[in-house]
Each structure stands twice: as structure tokens, then as C-alpha cells.
């Protein structure tokens, strides 16, 4: 048996660290790594399901060609690459190579992605994406703000005295974290979540309070005005390091008792969270990404940031904002922030973009030319992007697709080629994280079963059928080998990073801060913190200080606020296949309140209806008293099949800044299924 440690690459917080044991090329234990300090308990239940996953016999292992009858018929991975190579080339010729989509989604992080931008870089451009699905507003919040989006090292939660968990639900998305929350509060750190529903994370807080979706602007807002009101901050922090504090303190106009009637939290709770703020420092708030998926949600971000601002807990211990650490973020160019921005002046290989909020009405009616391909891996973006069903048309009328999965997911059925992919062990790589501030390497422990290519080989393959004429160190030569040589040289320009010393276990990011900030010094254009930012104004037409506008939604005809957030036993549409999943953990379904059950004569387990006016699902109905009247939650990555596919009832709106999905703005009604018979 040979064990290496290993690394988890899921897009999610916590990339944990584990120990992997192999036996003739099949997974056979794996183990928590205790040198990683983020991450000293092993995976979540989805990294143990690695040992299903690998070897699923549901796994897609060679490639498969859309017969006419619409059904999927195994060929080679030859015969599929020269198809593939011939389909792209007569497209580039007829069209120009932007006629061909090229969308990567964040199914598997890692440096040795950066291949795939090289061969559509060498085909001569491509359409891709602009925008992002996920955090995307607020990453622009804090930069606008801080100057870099970083924050302290997990374990210092342990040193705050107050733990305010906004919008972020950890005991299902970055367990890890919760236990560095446990421990603060036996230290006696109060613990408080600020989220709609009754959340995990809740339960274990000493303080719920539950907005209405989308106001908590005006929330932090109106306490913001009572510390300012009742002189709870810090006016030296402001003073030394603040600017627009006045302009900031001008345009507050929301009391505790207007936001009580905007929000629904009694201004009781706003002036008793106020003095905690002001009084029970160091302060750490954790605000997450399900809360900035709204119009406003940029805003949001700068509002509640304001708090941190105001009563100077930032750059100390036990204080911060911790939104995301990019600090060992450092090899995701895909995912940066400022590549969000198709102008952005960054060496961009693609001249032209459609954003992944609008995806499907953006192929549609790309002209000059149209789009004819599309090319996916690593995503599922028929299940996953805002207004799916337009995806969906948009997709079916392409000429060609290619779908790089592991799975037949929705998205994958609707391939013309499927080319099988690789997962987490069957590849070297190197991986950051948005969360921990460790960057770790990622081993090849078993090799690719079937037919299965990593995409950097698949790209070989194909830029020498197609004749393109590639640079070997953007393109290396198959084999793991190769990719290993690729990372050496990839790594060099960080000094204190090695391929060698990677490959004994995590590695802190090179300068990592382990307390975010503890230089004061803030890479904003005044070199302060920006309360107020003419570029917040200048770049996306919004008050150049943290403001609230409410949402936009149409109560009468849908009165509930349809929410999607994410779950314990998922990575967005990823292993809920999975045996160990379905056995352990509660099936997903649509949650809503006794009252809004009992008024619509729903009972858990009944199918219901849902919809509104860009169409309607149907799926399993649980009646919950984690979620208010006025509520309705179904998880997103939930598979067609399984009744999932919430994205079908929302709309591809922005959010205020950066470019993100507001998916949460989304209103709906529902009804038993059977009621039209
Ligand atoms: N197990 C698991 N972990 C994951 C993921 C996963 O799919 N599964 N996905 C990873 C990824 S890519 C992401 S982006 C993160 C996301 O993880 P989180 O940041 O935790 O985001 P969500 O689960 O989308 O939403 C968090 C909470 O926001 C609440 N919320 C929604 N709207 C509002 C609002 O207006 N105000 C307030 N106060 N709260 C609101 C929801 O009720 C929800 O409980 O998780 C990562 N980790
Ligand atoms: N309604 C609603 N929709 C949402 C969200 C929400 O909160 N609500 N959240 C949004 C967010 S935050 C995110 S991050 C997105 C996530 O959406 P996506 O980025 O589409 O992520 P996944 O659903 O995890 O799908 C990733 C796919 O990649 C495949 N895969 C894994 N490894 C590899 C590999 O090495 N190569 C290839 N080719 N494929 C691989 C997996 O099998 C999986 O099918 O969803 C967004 N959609
Ligand atoms: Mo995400």
C-alpha cells in the first residue's frame, strides 16, 4: 500500500488536505492530514466519497459520439478527436474561431488549467466568458475597499471576542471553519448569524437574526449610524487609516426603526448588535457569498464591511472581514477578479465575450460572428447558469458541441462528443484556495482509467491533428511526467515555492499575512480605506459610498422569495450520484414553512409545482421550520432527474458591481403538483 498526501481541488473554502492510500491503482483509504492547520480533521463527507467516485461504475471512461437516434454510442478516443479536430477546423474556416464557445467552469481548480486557455489561445482566440456565477460582487466590494481581498488565517477566529456569520452558512460549506468557531466560543467569543433561514450554523449560535432577503444593507446601515450615533468607534483607526469617513456619516439615513420595517429584525436587535459591535471587540465577520447574489448585493458587501471599518477590526487579531483570502489564491488567473472584466487590459486571448449570467441569450444572439460550438469542461452550466432554459435553447441550437465530463450531467446529454475527464487523483497539479492560506500539491496516485484523458492531453492530441503550431512549454507532451516538469517551470517566478518542498506537504502562500492587513497598508487609490470610492462610482455607476436600495421584486402574483443555496452533501451539482450520499444524507427537496404549506394544502413528501413567469419544476415539497413564511429553499445543483433544476425559474440578472449572477432575487409561486390533474 503507498500513501501520499493529497489535496482536495473542489471549488469550495476549505481545500482540504488528506492522506490517500493506494493499492494496485485503487483508492483504498484515506485519512485526515493534521499538517494542514486549516484543515487538521480530513474531508468532508464528500472528499470520503472520493473511493466511490474514482472507480463509480457510473463514471464516463471513454468517449461517446450523439448517434442520429439521439443516443450515446462508445467510440474511440482517436476516432473522437479527429472529429472533433475536423468540426473545429471547417468551423474556424467558415466563421472564424470565435464562432466556437469555449466555457470553463469550476469543477476542478488547479494550476494545470491554464493549458486549456493555451490551446484555445492557440487556435486563434475563441468566444469565452465574462462575469462569474459565484462571489463576484463581493470580491469587487472589498477591493474597491481594502485594495486586495485577503483576510486572517482560519485559526485566528479563535482570538475574536464576537463572530458575526452573515449570509454564510459554514456548517455546510466550510466545515472546517466551524471548528475554529466551536472553539472561540468555548473561549466565550459570541457567536451570531445573521442569515433568513434557520440555518446549521445556526444552531449552534448564541444569536439568530433573520432578515427579509436582501436588506441587510439597510441592516448594517442602521447600525452603522447607532455606532456612530452612540460613539462607538474608533476615530483614531479613522483618522489614520479611513477615507470618506464624513461623506459616509452624511448620507446614513436609516434608523434601527425604519430598518425594522425594511427588514423585519426588531430595531431592539439592531441597537443590542450595535453595542456588541461597538463594545465586545475583536470583532470577526464572516459574510458569505449566497448573501451577495443579489442586485444590490455589492452594496451589501460595502455596508457590512463598513462596521469593520467604523470600530477599526481590521489588520489586528481576532478582527476582519472575512469574505475571501487570496493570498494563496495565487495560480487561478481563470478566476481572479480583474479577469472578470473583458476590458480589464490584461493579455486577454479572447476578443470577444458573453457573460455567464446571460449565457443563453448571449449565444443566441452573438452575431459577427454567430456562435456555431461550444466546448465545455469542467462545468455544468445547463443546470447551473441563471435562466437555464434559455441555456438550454441556445445550446440545442448549436452546431456542435463538446461536453470534457465524468458524468452524463445535464449538460453532458446534450453533447454532441462527450470526452471523458479526469478527476482529483489521476493528475499532478498544484492548487490554492480562497480560504486557507495554504498552497498545496496535488499528485497523480493512480493513472486515468479507460479512455480517460486529462485535458491537457486531450489538447495535445488535438493542436497535432489540427495541425496547430503550438509553443511545447504552453502545450507539454502527455504523460504525468510532463506535467510535472510543466508545474517546476510554472512555479519558478515564486521564489519560496518548490515543487520539492510542495510534495512533503502544504506550504504557507509566499508573504503570507497571518494577519490580513497588520501593515496597514490598503492598495486603493488614496492608499486608505476607501468608504468612499470614486472608482466604486466611476467603474460601475454607484454611490461612491456604501449605500441600500431595495429589491425589486413582484409579491402578488409570486409571493415567495425563492432561495438556492448550497449543501453539505454536494459541490454545487457534483456527488449527489454517489451511493454514500444518497445513504447518509437527507434527500434534497423544496423547504417552506408550516404556514405557507398549510395554506397551499401541501404535505411533506407531495410533489409540487413551482413557477413563475420564465417557467415552472416540479419536485418534492418538506415542510420546515428552518425556513420563514415568505420563504421558499430549494438547493441549487439539484440533477433534472431528481427534480432539481431551480435555475429554471431565475432570471440572468447582474448584480450591482462585478459582474455576478443575482440568483436570489427570484420570486415564485407553488402548488400541489396534481392540482391540474
Ligand atoms: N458543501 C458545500 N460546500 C460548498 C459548496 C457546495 O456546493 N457545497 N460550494 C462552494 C462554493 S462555489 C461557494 S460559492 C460557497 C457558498 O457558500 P456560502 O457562502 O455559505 O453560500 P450559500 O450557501 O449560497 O448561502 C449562504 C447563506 O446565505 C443565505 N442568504 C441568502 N440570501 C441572503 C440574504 O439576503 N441575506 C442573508 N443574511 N443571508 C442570505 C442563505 O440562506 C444561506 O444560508 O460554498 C463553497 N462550499
Ligand atoms: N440557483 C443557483 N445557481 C447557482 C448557484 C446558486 O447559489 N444558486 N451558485 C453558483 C456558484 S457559486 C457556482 S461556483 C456555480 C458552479 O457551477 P459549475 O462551475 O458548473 O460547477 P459544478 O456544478 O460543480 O460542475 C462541475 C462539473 O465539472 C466536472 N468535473 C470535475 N472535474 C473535472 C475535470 O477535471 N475536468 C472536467 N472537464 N470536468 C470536471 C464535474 O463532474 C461537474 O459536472 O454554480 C452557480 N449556480
Ligand atoms: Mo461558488
Known sequence: MEEFITVCPRNCYSTCSFTVQVENN???HIYPYPGNLATPNGPCIKGLSYIERTHSPDRIIHP????STGKFKQITADEALERIA???????EKFGPQSVLFYRGSGMSGLVNEISNSFWKGFGGATTTYGNLCWPAGLEAVRLTLGTVKHNVPWDIENAKTIIIWGKNPAETNIQETAFIARAREKGSKVIVIDPRRTLTA???DLLLSPKPGTDGALALAIASVLIRKNLIDSHFINSFVKGFNDFCAS????PEDCEKISGIPAGNIYELADIIGLEGPVTIIPGYGLQRHINGGQTIRAILSLNILTGNIGKPGAGFNYANLQSYIFDTVKEPQSYYPDAGQDFPFRRTVSMTNLG?????????PLKGAWIERGNPILQSPDSGTVRKSFSDLEFVVVVEQFMTDTAAMADIILPARDIFEQSDIIGSYWSPYVCYKPAV???PGEVMPESEIYYRLAKKMGLNMDPGLLPEPGNDNIEKWLETRIKGYSSLTLSDLKKGPVLAPGLQEIAYNDMKFETPSGK????SSEAHRKWGISPVPGYSPLESDNEKYPLCFLTPNIAGRIHSQFGNLDLIRTTLQEPAAELSPSDAKSRGIFTGDQIRMFNDLGEIITTARISHRVPAGIIVLPNGIWLNEGGGGNLLIAGRFTDIGMGAAFHDTQVQVEKADKHG
Open 26 to 28: 485503487i483508492i483504498k
Open 64 to 67: 461517446l459520439r450523439k448517434t
Open 86 to 92: 475536423e468540426k473545429l477546423l471547417s468551423l474556424r
Open 203 to 205: 444552531d449552534h449560535a
Open 252 to 255: 446614513l439615513t436609516i434608523s
Open 361 to 369: 441569450r448571449d449565444i443566441s444572439i452573438a452575431k459577427d460572428p
Open 446 to 448: 493512480i493513472t486515468c
Open 529 to 532: 480605506i476607501e468608504l468612499f
